[in-house]
């Protein structure tokens, strides 16, 4: 099986659609290569804007497209759906599956940008409760929590209820996700749904972001860190440092602070936004090779971004253990469009480079509308000047796909309007059979339990 | 219960959040009344255009706004989520649910707009293999059912298998919804996706529409339904009428033509949009009031919409039998308006109107892009004229509600460029637990059961 050498041209397959996977592939357009791009979902996903269709403004169509139409043009890489199930360095091979069937792809060359997935840090039950922020669906089932929660408070309040929990948001994280994420809960709170409940207010909302870490943004550094605290004070948003996330329920979650004291926080909408877990890929790659992984699964890789012995696989972005390298998009991107240039240059016999050299382009976050900061090389930003940096970057990289005028007026109308057109949910997320079954008895049982306690609120009537 | 007499406005009770219970509760926004608007889901859906998100046009924010913010600034409005399980005619009360806790709900007006749901005749068991057209996660499903089609499709197609019935769509029910859905899968076959792939050609998908009736559009008349007709099959739609649907599975359906002779088809895309069935909250009101029903369920009201003995309880739009009014938008619109109308002049103290009179405004629908039919009053357009005036009303109406620019944006783009920028599905659907659950076996058996007569392709290599 190893190298049927029927084709004439190398064949090079991809596995995943991410920032590395798509940027692999197309660096590899006027290669003499055929390209398989394997993958999960249909779909690219630009995972920097997921709080967005989180919150409201941006549809899943905004930020995933297509897959195949991002390449349709490109008529050396085929799309294939699947899982990748299994890889073989010695016959070359990858084993994809989609519903239960099996497809073996061989490859001349193997390009693994499978990315990484949230980790719990080994609690995974605390998931059903604090879903990620890595997959559209993860978007979309905080979509349906967050806004469910005042749906929720409302018919408690109408109830004469107390609301306290079903209006504490936790963001677990303090990093640009969990910064970003509880910016715009806050503003959801406090502007956007003001106005749209009889019962509660919206401004009563608590918004509290927790972090083991000692500061908000450990990679912007200490000063930008706290800038970035103060502001979320301002936006009334309660940051707690040092805090260790010890228990998560449906009703609430437990956190420990340095000092040893415990603080139990009724809450009932929780945002896992802490650690990540390399693709569980790199174990088998890692087995296969004799690489080793740290902690959180990466493996370590030569610094040409090969596996110890096996030069035609590359592995990049987030699954690799190199140079402690960040695990943001440009490490992706570079290190897919440095294996494809590696590819390119064996293909046509030539010298390969020597290493891999990540060029830091700076990172970003933004704070609220108008306000973020933004680190590049020594300069530091905050505020709107950051913010429009922040706009500039991302319509940069937005445009580069399509003309995508819809995401561009979409923001523009959120910025000037504090509207939310992407608030529809669906009944598989939070009110529907599946979340019922993922929340495990959680809000389900949280809302009913009572119900002996309170009968119905016929007598006082509920309007 | 009745009556307690504590607030000194009336209290109306809205059931519903379409057409008629949102234009019903805004049309009493300078009224001396106090609203509670109970649906089931948080968003208002303007159905006549689901087709344009289940094919990727438009996202569900688009075309399913949600309802609290429509109502956040009439003030003597509340909306209440949950479905309604009991109507007490004599106690006055409305009883709904979310998670299993119940809500009453006083009412001294009622005004009943629950819809209908789609209709299987009686062979609900073909809702697993057939989604029907009626809320946005059928829409959602059908988007993952049809681009996953053409999904499967690439995947057999690479392992040298046959891909015919992974091609062929049948959508039942040649009404405006369905002659729609036809359209936009030719167009999506025909132009949207045809680079996307390299297995398959999508220009050979095959969509076929079937309907028990003799024509094709049957409330725009026979002249305008032959011209339709003549259209689908010049975009290539198989067009088979006096076809009455008498089976379906996961991989066919089966067709029998008025001579008597059966038809089976391959395919395992089929889509509803045949007949509707009244919300089942007719039965009960039938039952209180001695209303009759009809065979699709729903109520005979009086012809001031009201239930017989229940001046206080009006129903409209879909659940009504009366005139013969068609199942359209502007029939539960009108009706919603003419409840609120009497309930304004009855808390008045005025005479109410005699009776509901509907005034048709005329019908139309897309046959594909530059092109409809619409018939107002003795006036018969088709072609660009047509779709010129459909493209003008659907603006008017969703510009009704907020300035909806990203929609119209969103049509120039892909009237000009065949794009669709809401392609995105999410894992539950069609790859997802929650399908595979509800296809029973379906696909995933169509795609699995062969596993033991073709290994995997490995031999071939599948790229």
Redesign the interface.
Known sequence: ?TG?E?ATRS?VVVIGSGFGGLFGTRALKRADV?V?LIAET??HLFQPLLYQMAT?IL????I???T??LL??QRNA?????EVTAIDLTAR?V?SE?????????YDFLLVAAGSTQSYFGRDEFADFAPGMK???DA?ELRGRI?GAF??A??AA??GEDVDDLLTFVVVGAGPTGVEMAGQIAELAQHT?Q?????INTRTAKIIVVDAADQVLPPFGPELGAKTATALTKLGIDVRLGARVVDLDARSITVEYSDGRRDRVPAVTKVWAAGVQASPLTKTLAEQSGATLDRSGRIAVQPDLTLPGHPEVFVVGDMIDLDHLPGVAQVAIQGGRYAADQIRRRVRGREPQRRFEYHDKGSMATISRFRAVAVIGKLRLTGFVAWLLWLFVHLLYIAGF?????TL??WF?TFLSR?R?????????V????A?ERLAGG??EL??TE?SDHP????D???
Do not use: C, N
């Open positions: 099986m049927t029927t064949r055929e398989t249909a779909h409201g549809s899943s169509g905004e995933a497209p297509p195949r139409e349709s043009r085929t799309v294939l759906l699947g091979t084993t989609v519903l239960g069937r099996a497809t073996v792809t061989p997959t559209v669906d979309l806004f749906e929720l409302e018919l109408l109830r749904l106005r749209d409940f009889r019962a399509k003309s995508r005028v819809t007026l979409r109308i509207g057109s992407e608030r529809t949910t669906t009944e598989q997320q009110f529907g059979r599946m019922m809000v389900a809302v009913s119900d119905p609120a016929a007598e009537g509920s309007v």
